[in-house]
């Protein structure tokens, strides 16, 4: 929740022992389910064990591909029912919230694509609770699961053991103390907590997702480069995309005033103003490539053999922090916004026409991280 995660509501307890209870019923019919073995000899179960399923067998019947060979008998328990109870109600709402299906008649599950982000050390166990799912609610949903496996995440020189909200909490008051830093006592106003909420979440996600999510992450706890002064860092980006919200900002209150004449439509503009060496690199290393950096970050899950699928975030964390760099750099430069003589309007206006084809590309690439961008700092 406070990374702004949006995670489907739990079941009430009523549905989901109602849920629990077909499942049972689904594993006494299934085939692939053996009963609780009892007798001389035989090994005595937990008591919390429903009954034995042969999972190797079901893997080769179905000509499934990429599951781990070791996987053979699971003993089900109460809390993988449990589990798997909740994962279907996490399917039902998120057809329910999708407006785009809400209007037609679909089968329960028939437009889901399943994805599993699990570490690497509970990837055995999440691809049992697969093929459980499959063997249990054989719908057109489950066959469209996939799994991203994640590195694990590290921590230099800890002095004891962190927890996720320690993390969080620690990377907030870091981020307080350089914004009071470098703003002053504006920086301790109660309007400020949303904005060092959000580039809060803005250097997390960055310093999490800036890594190949196979690999492991690395976090220096006394790293001081997540703020705004830190051009590796998400809230550098989100810094520089508040400067072109205040850029536009000051344009049209200048406008307003009488100062400037309203941005003409684009086919009136002369772009052979932009003569600029910085210009011409937001334009080709940034504005035209973007769609292709999409394409290949948000790669969705095919119906391929195979189960484990890549996300390249970091491919979009790489592509802000250096427009970011490159942006600054030339705002840093060039004074976009000049004295009012018409003979320098056209400069300007092309300039301005450039910086919000500029302001899209940060807009769409931190939609894609869940990003809000901020209109100041």
């Known amino acids: ?104 008649s679909l089968p329960r599950g028939s437009c889901c694509s399943i994805v599993h982000v699990v570490s690497c050390e509970e990837e055995f166990q999440q691809q049992q609770m697969d093929l459980l ?35 969080f909490q620690l990377r907030k008051r870091q981020m307080y103390e350089a914004s009071v830093m470098k703003y002053g006592e504006l920086a301790e106003d109660e309007a400020w907590t949303e904005v060092i909420d959000t580039l809060t979440v803005a250097a997390i996600r960055f310093e999490m997702l800036s890594t190949a999510h196979r690999s492991q992450i690395t976090l220096d706890l006394e790293d001081s480069s997540i703020s705004t002064k830190g051009t590796k860092s998400g809230a550098f980006v989100m810094y520089n995309c508040a400067r072109l919200a205040t850029l536009f900002d000051t344009f049209q209150r200048a406008v307003e005033r009488g100062t400037y004449p309203p941005l003409p439509p684009v086919s009136k503009l002369n772009f052979s103003c932009l003569r600029e060496e910085g210009e011409w690199l937001l334009l080709f290393n940034y504005l035209l490539p973007f769609p292709e950096v999409l394409q290949h970050a948000a790669q969705l899950p095919t119906p391929s053999k195979g189960i484990r699928i890549t996300a390249n975030t970091e491919t979009v ?19 976009v916004l000049g004295e009012p003589f018409p003979h320098l309007f056209d400069q300007m206006f092309a300039r301005l026409r450039l910086l919000g084809a500029v302001r899209e590309v940060f807009h769409s690439a931190l939609a894609t991280l869940n990003l809000p961008p901020l209109s100041q700092i």
């Not at 991203?148 to 053991?161: A, I, Q, Y």
């Open 1 to 104: 929740r406070q990374l702004r995660v949006d995670w489907p509501s739990r079941p009430g307890v009523s549905s989901l022992r109602d849920a629990v209870s077909a499942l049972k019923e689904a594993l006494r019919r299934s085939p692939c389910a053996t009963a609780r073995e009892q007798g001389p000899g035989t090994a005595v179960l937990p008591e919390d064990v429903v009954c034995k399923v042969h999972l190797k067998s079901f893997v080769e019947q179905q000509g499934l591909v990429g599951y781990d060979p070791n996987l053979d008998v699971l003993l089900v328990t109460e809390g993988m029912l449990q589990s798997l109870a909740e994962l279907q109600q996490a399917v039902v709402q998120c057809l329910v919230s999708d407006p785009s299906v809400a209007h037609l």
């Open 133 to 167: 799912w499959r063997i249990l609610d054989p719908g057109a949903h489950t066959a469209l699961q996939k799994h991203l496996v994640c590195g694990p995440v590290k921590v230099t020189n800890p002095s004891s053991p962190i927890g996720a909200d320690q993390y």
């Open 317 to 335: 964390c790489k592509f802000l922090i250096q427009l970011s760099m490159d942006f600054s750099s030339y705002y840093n430069r060039v004074h």
